[in-house]
């Protein structure tokens, strides 16, 4: 059982929006700024997608954005793409004792 | 361009100790910014942060495994290393090196290597 709680699978056509929440408690999400997602198509290691919550790193679509309410945090993909589907995981920061926690991975698929 | 290179046996016997190195390249492996961790996923299943190890000689672990993992840190040759003792097919799993940076955030991985646990 993951500490972070994502929903097993989403869906969307080309061109809508998705979203894709990452829940977690006050000792996570909730107590730090330190939430990121991370995108992982079949085969290959993850690529980092949305840090510090909101951050997007060099080269990332600003169709993927993301935000933070108490303890769920939220990963939001506009004008959905045919190379989008992949599965999506949370990360977020947990202190000094668990320190890193993910969730268990969303599978989005682009109908 | 950084580049993280796993590497270490593909088959571990039931009982005994999983053994891989992280060699580092094209990057700073001195920077106090950044942690060099180790990351498990699975076969078709999510991602697990094992720990992570930072230029200061500090060290952090997944307390779910701590009792198990030994991470260290050879930065004559930019390699990090990771044992994990005692190991079951539970611990049957691709196992990625990654750099880290304050906050959790895992901003490069390595390809990434399958470690299977059968005798």
């Known amino acids: 059982q993951s500490a972070l709680t994502q929903p097993r699978s989403v869906s969307g056509s080309p061109g809508q929006s998705v979203t894709i929440s990452c829940t977690g408690a006050?000792?996570?999400?909730?107590?730090?700024?330190?939430v990121s997602w991370y995108q992982q198509h079949p085969g290959k290691a993850p690529k980092l997608m949305i840090y510090?919550?909101?951050k997007r790193p060099s080269g990332v679509p600003d169709r993927f954005s993301g935000s933070k309410s108490y303890n769920t945090a939220s990963l939001t993909i506009s004008g959905l793409q045919a190379e989008d589907e992949a599965d999506y995981y949370c990360?977020?920061?947990?202190?000094?004792?668990?320190?890193?926690?993910f969730g268990g991975g969303t599978k989005l698929t682009v109908l | 361009q950084l580049q993280l290179q796993e590497s270490g046996p593909g088959l571990v016997k039931p009982s005994e100790t999983l053994s891989l190195t992280c060699t580092v390249s094209?990057?700073?492996?001195?920077?106090?910014?950044?942690?060099w961790g180790w990351i498990r996923q699975p076969p078709g299943k999510g991602l697990e942060w094992i720990g992570s190890?930072?230029?200061?000689?500090?060290?952090y672990h997944n307390p779910s495994l701590k009792s198990r993992v030994t991470i260290s840190a050879d930065t004559s040759k930019n390699q990090v290393s990771l044992k994990l003792n005692s190991v079951t097919a539970a611990d049957t799993a691709i196992y990625y090196c990654?750099?880290?940076?304050?906050?959790?955030?895992?901003?490069?991985w390595g390809q990434g290597t399958l470690v299977t646990v059968s005798s």
């Open positions: 190890f930072h230029y200061s000689g500090n060290t």
């Open positions: 006050s000792s996570d999400v909730g107590g730090y700024n330190y």
């Open positions: 990654a750099r880290q940076m304050e906050g959790a955030t895992t901003d490069y």
């Open positions: 094209g990057d700073s492996f001195s920077s106090n910014t950044y942690y």
């Open positions: 990360c977020s920061y947990a202190g000094s004792y668990t320190v890193v926690v």
């Open positions: 510090d919550v909101t």
